[in-house]
């Protein structure tokens, strides 16, 4: 009787782990070839930052350019499978990885990015300027 008694607490012991291992498996089963859902967040909210106070923008299709508070130019633009953040053109910063296209477009109320990954995957995200809001354009 102990011993049925041992084997079902080991049993449940088992079975009940299974709902704090299972999302860590599933969290590592995700599509190896797409930009993480965390990255993707972490690196639009930098960039939204960079953007918002920015004082003047220039974009080709595929890089942007972005001039902030300093008069510095912060360079965003794809390398290799990466997007890369550069200030001045000194140093690279890998914002995100695993990129196959990305576009830039500049809108009337700051700037519109919009990326691939190599999953296929298409994702966008507009940026707001301060400017935007000051003159009243956020809602365009």
């Given at each position: 009787?102990?011993n049925?008694?041992f084997?079902?607490?080991?049993?449940?012991?088992?079975?009940?782990?299974?709902?704090?291992?299972?999302?860590?498996?599933?969290?590592?089963?995700?599509?190896?070839?797409?930009?993480?859902?965390l990255?993707?967040?972490?690196?639009?909210?930098q960039?939204?930052?960079?953007?918002?106070?920015?004082k003047?923008?220039?974009?080709?299709?595929?890089?942007?350019?972005?001039?902030?508070?300093?008069?510095?130019?912060?360079?965003?633009?794809r390398?290799?499978?990466?997007?890369?953040r550069?200030?001045?053109?000194a140093?690279?910063?890998?914002?995100?990885?695993?990129?196959?296209d990305?576009?830039?477009?500049?809108?009337p109320?700051?700037l519109?990015?919009?990326?691939?990954?190599l999953?296929?995957?298409?994702?966008?995200?507009s940026?707001?300027?301060?400017?935007s809001?000051e003159?009243?354009?956020?809602?365009?």
């Amino acid at each position: 009787m102990l011993n049925l008694l041992f084997s079902l607490f080991v049993t449940f012991m088992i079975t009940s782990s299974f709902t704090i291992i299972l999302p860590l498996i599933l969290i590592n089963l995700n599509n190896s070839s797409d930009i993480h859902p965390l990255e993707w967040s972490l690196a639009t909210k930098q960039m939204s930052k960079d953007i918002f106070e920015a004082k003047g923008i220039s974009t080709i299709s595929y890089a942007a350019i972005v001039k902030n508070k300093n008069n510095q130019q912060i360079l965003f633009q794809r390398s290799g499978t990466f997007l890369r953040r550069s200030v001045e053109a000194a140093g690279n910063e890998y914002v995100i990885k695993k990129v196959k296209d990305v576009k830039f477009t500049k809108i009337p109320k700051g700037l519109k990015m919009e990326v691939t990954s190599l999953s296929g995957r298409k994702r966008q995200v507009s940026f707001p300027t301060l400017e935007s809001f000051e003159r009243g354009k956020i809602d365009e």
